[in-house]
């Protein structure tokens, strides 16, 4: 099993910028694709960005594409989410889930670890 924790969330201005991590512990040397999904109050929750095991394959919402950058450091046991431009639309609490794949999946029913999530909240 893994666990998983997200940090780096906060209260931002429109344009500025935000890096959550999420950090794994547990079974961590086996290939968890790594996802991160958000939501906000009274909305579902929505796919943001996810990579494989190797981190040569990403993929990416429209919604954040261009301003959004997810990375991995296996050594470290670490993902990141870079958050660039951000909008007041972005506002959610985001969460870090992992999947035991080769692959990618972008589905969320796929992913059974979930972290307790980090609130972004962008202000006008």
């Known amino acids: 099993q893994v666990q998983l924790e997200e940090s780096g969330g906060g209260l931002v201005q429109a344009g500025d910028s935000l890096r959550l991590s999420c950090a794994a512990s547990?079974?961590?040397?086996?290939?968890?694709?790594i996802a991160w999904f958000r939501q906000a109050p009274t909305k579902e929750r929505e796919f943001v960005a996810a990579?494989?095991?190797?981190?040569?394959?990403?993929n990416y919402a429209d919604s954040v594409k261009g301003r959004f950058t997810i990375s991995r450091d296996n050594a470290k046991n670490t993902v990141a989410l870079q958050m660039n431009s951000l909008k007041p639309e972005d506002t959610a609490v985001y969460y870090c889930?992992?999947?035991?794949?080769?692959?990618?999946?972008?589905?969320?029913?796929?992913?059974?670890?979930w972290g307790q999530g980090t609130q972004v909240t962008v202000s006008s």
């Open positions: 547990g079974r961590t040397f086996v290939r968890y694709a």
């Open positions: 889930a992992a999947v035991l794949t080769s692959g990618i999946i972008v589905s969320p029913q796929r992913y059974n670890y």
């Open positions: 990579i494989n095991w190797s981190g040569d394959t990403t």
